[in-house]
């Protein structure tokens, strides 16, 4: 089955699954954090996700362009040379940021809670 075929298939059975594995993958995550601070151009945007992991060009590309599909990246492409592009949210990817954002700050806060629930859990099981 062709891509764009088996995308439209698993929209239809579960589009809400689908955009919320969008907004919380590994790099959607990072993207949509970062894009609440500022616009970014690609290569900005590339290092500053290096800051926290290495990303490809090509996985980048892909991210962005299946958030701007879900309306909430926007890609402005100016005609300049050299060409310019910057990303920004829109309101709705502002929204999904915030809800992420407060996500990854609750991680952070309870990561030792996580730890000792590991800890115990695979002692338990020893």
Do not use: N
């Not at 239809?12 to 609440?36: F, N």
């Amino acid at each position: 089955m062709k891509e764009s075929a088996r995308r439209s298939a698993d929209e239809a059975m579960c589009p809400y699954r689908l955009v919320l594995e969008h907004v919380t993958s590994r790099w959607g995550v990072l993207v949509l954090i970062r894009l609440l601070e500022r616009p970014y151009r690609f290569s900005e945007l590339r290092r500053a996700i290096g800051e926290v992991r290495q990303v490809s060009e090509k996985m980048l590309t892909q991210t962005l362009q299946t958030l701007e599909r879900d309306g909430l990246v926007h890609r402005d492409a100016r005609p300049v040379i050299p060409p310019r592009v910057d990303y920004s949210l829109t309101g709705l990817g502002r929204e999904a940021a915030e809800q992420v954002r407060s996500l990854s700050l609750w991680t952070q806060r309870r990561m030792a809670d996580v730890e000792r629930a590991r800890t115990a859990y695979d002692e338990a099981r020893a």
